[in-house]
């Protein structure tokens, strides 16, 4: 794995040391020498990971922070503070401007690599879910929400990992006036509890008694359900091995006892917002899938779809030497439907009529709006006898029962026109199914409407 990485310090004895650490491990380096320089190289090369110093002139590294999480073409990046100073005061600042991590000069070589590893391959994770959600909505997503809108204000749900009652409850104490916090005990019930539960960070203690707490993060990151949740390791200055070997498997963050509660609750906020952010963009695409495949009035499944998957259950089916039917039911009459009472009243009826066709088939059918006031129902495992059961069952639920128009106000009939097509050997295809079944619709049509006819008659 490599990443491009902005070295920001003003003292160029600073840069050239981390610049040849990080080149050593196959980084791609860049640097400023002040918060402007750092600004600009930031918005024109879009690093994937911003170390940067606190101590400069002119505008010092909070700033540039606070400026770099504001503008939202930046404000995924992550950015570590490399400082000398070592209050707990002035670590919350950073994590108050919006930093993502701290490390301490003289910066240790394998804390160094390990926090850039670990912190890039979260942006890379970022910017694929980025990408997905930008592509799908035609690469509009710069500045497209902000992200405190995006994140919120809620309280965050916090799972404590920890055997020591009074630590956990000093934690529970700590969080709990800005959390949800649940507390577990046991390190194998609280494997479960993750994944039954609907939780944005685990806190863990490495010093865990009878467990080993890395094996617990590491199952953490193994299961699907629990592999985007945020770790947060709790450990003892003297336990820095075990730290970095955690860091190494996937743990996001760790605070080191004595744990100041200011700075544990600006480490969890920036973990939650971190996956409120992520979540956002899962839930971005897969709505955009979704919507990618499905019609927005009614529902269905679109021709898109439709088309892709008849072709795949049409294969299916002469493989395994099954039958298959396809029907293509029209609305008959829709535009006078549209022309007297109105478009909004012809929505009503679309809407209804998808409604009759997903209660009135199987699970395994596919429902489609094929376009207009045409539709397409798949039929797995039907032969044509069944397929006309079923047509013929649908016809007589639409036409029994008025369709409630206007919001309840009016009711009008409606009737529907059915052609069957069904597979017909080996060479048969799709194409031509469909091509049977609209012919048959169009005798349908033709012989009066509101009939179903397949294409053996």
């Known amino acids: ?68 999480k504001a503008n939202p073409a930046t404000a995924h990046i992550p950015v570590v503070m490399v400082t000398a100073l070592d209050q707990i005061s002035d670590r919350v600042k950073g994590l108050e401007a919006g930093a993502d991590d701290f490390l301490t000069k003289p910066v240790s070589d394998v804390a160094l690599v390990t926090r850039v590893r670990s912190l890039s391959r979260l942006k890379m994770l970022t910017d694929e879910l980025r990408m997905r959600a930008a592509a799908s909505r035609d690469r509009s997503i710069e500045g497209d929400f902000d992200i405190d809108q995006v994140v919120g204000s809620a309280k965050g749900r916090i799972l404590v990992v920890e055997d020591r009652r009074s630590t956990a409850e000093r934690l529970q104490a700590m969080l709990g006036s800005a959390h949800a916090v649940t507390l577990q005990a046991n390190p194998q019930e609280a494997l479960l509890t993750a994944a039954d539960g609907a939780f944005e960070l685990v806190v863990v203690s490495l010093a865990l008694a009878n467990f080993d707490a890395l094996r617990l993060c590491s199952q953490l990151r193994s299961l699907d359900r629990t592999r985007m949740l945020p770790i947060l390791l709790i450990v003892d200055p003297e336990d820095q091995p075990r730290l970095l070997r955690g860091l190494e498997i996937g743990v996001n963050d760790y605070l080191t006892r004595p744990i100041d509660r200011q700075e544990l609750l600006a480490r969890v906020r920036t973990q939650i917002r971190r996956k409120r952010y992520n979540d956002h963009l899962r839930d971005n695409v897969q709505q955009t899938i979704e919507m990618a495949v499905t019609d927005g009035l009614t529902g269905l499944h679109n021709r898109r779809y439709m088309s892709t998957h008849l072709a795949t259950l049409t294969e299916q089916a002469k493989e395994r030497g099954k039958p298959l039917s396809v029907l293509i039911l029209d609305i008959d009459f829709f535009k006078a439907i549209n022309d007297t009472h109105g478009h909004d009243a012809g929505d009503e009826v679309l809407r209804e009529f998808a409604d009759r066709m997903r209660s009135n088939v199987r699970g395994i059918d596919l429902c489609c709006r094929y376009g207009g006031e045409e539709f397409v129902i798949v039929m797995p495992d039907t032969d044509l006898n069944l397929a006309q059961v079923v047509a013929e069952r649908l016809r007589q639920r639409v036409a029994g029962d008025p369709f409630v128009i206007a919001g309840g106000v009016k009711q009008i009939d409606v009737t529907i026109s059915i052609g069957l097509g069904t597979l017909d050997g080996l060479q048969d295809t799709d194409e031509q199914i469909m091509k049977r079944a609209d012919l048959a619709l169009y005798r349908a049509k033709r012989n009066g409407r509101n009939c179903v006819v397949s294409d053996a008659a």
Do not use: H, Q, W
């Open 1 to 68: 794995m490599t990443a491009r990485v902005l070295v920001v310090d003003d003292i160029l004895a600073n840069v050239k040391l981390l610049e040849a650490r990080l080149t050593a491990e196959y980084f791609d380096v860049v640097s400023a020498m002040n918060g402007l320089e750092a600004l600009t190289v930031c918005a024109e090369v879009m690093p994937d990971i911003v170390l940067l110093d606190v101590m400069m002139p002119g505008m010092d590294g909070f700033e540039v922070c606070r400026r770099i």
